[in-house]
Nanobody, 123 residues
Framework: QVQLVESGGGLAQPGGSLTLSCAAS?????LAWFRQAPGKEREVLSC????????VYPDTMKGRFSSTRDAAKNIVYLQISNLKSEDTGTYIC???????????????????WGQGTQVTVSS
């Protein structure tokens, strides 16, 4: 069973950057980052497939979000640049036995979830 623990959240300044970590234990093939903003639906930010570390991003998230993996430590990172107030929310990582397929954007495609880490962007 996959267990996921996020870290790295906190208060950040607009225009700044932040790196979040998702430490994983167990086997998985795809690991995604989601954001849950207040009053909004959970939305996918990225999905990294362990086969080749290729990352899939929704078109709306390309540019400011970057996901990478340290395979030796089994940690997947999410770097966020040029932070905006609308980036405020809970960032959650999720693991799948699928390789970020066609439905990678759907929460139902993931079998394991972390508890999330809160990010607040404010001056």
């Amino acid at each position: 069973q996959v267990q996921l623990v996020e870290s790295g959240g906190g208060l950040a300044q607009p225009g700044g950057s932040l790196t979040l970590s998702c430490a994983a234990s167990g086997d998985y093939y795809g690991l995604a980052w989601f954001r849950q903003a207040p009053g909004k639906e959970r939305e996918v930010l990225s999905c990294l497939r362990t086969l080749d570390d290729k990352v899939v991003y929704p078109d709306t998230m390309k540019g400011r979000f970057s996901s990478t993996r340290d395979a030796a430590k089994n940690i997947v990172y999410l770097q966020i640049s040029n932070l905006k107030s609308e980036d405020t929310g809970t960032y959650i990582c999720a693991a799948s036995r699928g390789y970020c397929g066609s439905f990678y954007y759907a929460p139902g495609a993931y079998e394991a979830w972390g508890q999330g880490t809160q990010v607040t962007v404010s001056s």
